[in-house]
């Protein structure tokens, strides 16, 4: 399978790799890597026992466990890497895609 890919400046392959999961299970929700995102492409969520995600702004019966991050716009990405390289906890998957 081949994968879609660019050229660096000096006519190297580039092949990203996209961001396409954050395990609620891993992540501490440290945020490291939301700062380095310049593509507003995750978002701080809540995270219940019964293991789904809540808004923080509508958990009105307090039912949030703890805070991860999660994919808000994954269209956004470019694979750049960069919310990778920063994570401590291996929370984030990022594969290429198909040409
Ligand atoms: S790979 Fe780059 S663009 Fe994509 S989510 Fe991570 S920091 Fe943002
Ligand atoms: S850097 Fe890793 S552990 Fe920290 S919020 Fe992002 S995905 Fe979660």
């Given at each position: 399978m081949s994968f879609r890919q660019f050229t660096t400046r000096d006519g190297s392959v580039w092949i990203p790799k996209y961001l396409t999961k954050i395990s609620a299970e891993l992540?501490?929700?440290?945020?490291r890597c939301f700062k380095v995102c310049?593509?507003?492409?995750m978002k701080l969520m809540g995270f219940s026992e019964e293991g789904e995600y809540i808004d923080p702004e509508e958990d009105d019966d307090g039912e949030i466990e703890k805070t991860v991050m999660a994919i808000?716009?994954?269209?956004?990405?470019?694979?750049?890497g960069a919310c990778f390289a920063v994570?401590?906890?291996?929370a984030q998957t990022h594969e290429p895609v198909p040409a």
């Open positions: 992540c501490i929700g440290c945020g310049t593509h507003s492409v808000a716009n994954e269209g956004n990405c470019i694979g750049c994570c401590g906890t291996k």
